[in-house]
């Protein structure tokens, strides 16, 4: 009897080596793991410590410090909990909802790269953002790299030591 949820079993992978007093490594057949505690390793019974007895190198090989004792199929291994490839979701199956982003979504707005919602296309006035604004100021260096073209309104003032650079096939207009 449980009290709460009733927890669901699943297979857990697990495969068996044999030692040979020589061999340290042995390939995983069960995928890769995520570090050395996803996995479970005993020889002939007696637990291994994770990092101290063996790690798992690349992911997908165990590498023991002392190499195994001889024995038929005397290393076990199970593996504790195994990475899960859900694929990628289907076009239409991420919503709105499924945004973690700050902010009220609309119509108005866009999702912005810092995860926030915000107004699209950069600052503006007016109803339906009729106006388009920038600073008056240039405060940092900017570089045009050759494949874009600017434009700013003016009059504009490039602070002390501030380098704007204008690589040949761009072009900054200022109106």
């Known amino acids: 009897m449980y009290i709460g949820i009733t927890p669901a079993y699943g297979d857990m992978k697990s495969e068996v080596f044999s030692g ?49 004792p001889t024995g038929s199929s005397n290393i076990l291994v199970i593996h504790l909990g195994r990475q899960v490839d859900i694929g990628t979701p289907g076009t239409g199956a991420v919503g709105i909802a499924q945004l973690s982003a700050t902010g009220t979504p609309s119509s108005a707005t866009a999702l912005k790269g810092d995860n926030t919602w915000g107004t699209a296309g950069g600052p503006s006035l007016g109803v339906d953002a009729i106006i388009r604004t920038n600073a008056k100021v240039i405060a940092a260096d900017i570089t045009f790299l050759g494949s874009e073209n600017g434009m700013t309104a003016g009059p504009i003032t490039i602070n002390s030591g501030i380098t704007v650079t204008v690589t040949s096939g761009s072009t900054w207009t200022i109106v």
């Open 20 to 68: 040979n007093n020589s061999l340290t490594s042995f390939a995983l057949t069960g995928g890769s793991v995520a570090n050395d505690a996803s996995i479970l390793v005993s020889i002939s019974g007696v637990t291994q410590h994770p990092g101290t007895d063996y790690s798992v190198g690349s992911l997908v090989n165990l590498i023991f410090t002392t190499a195994p």
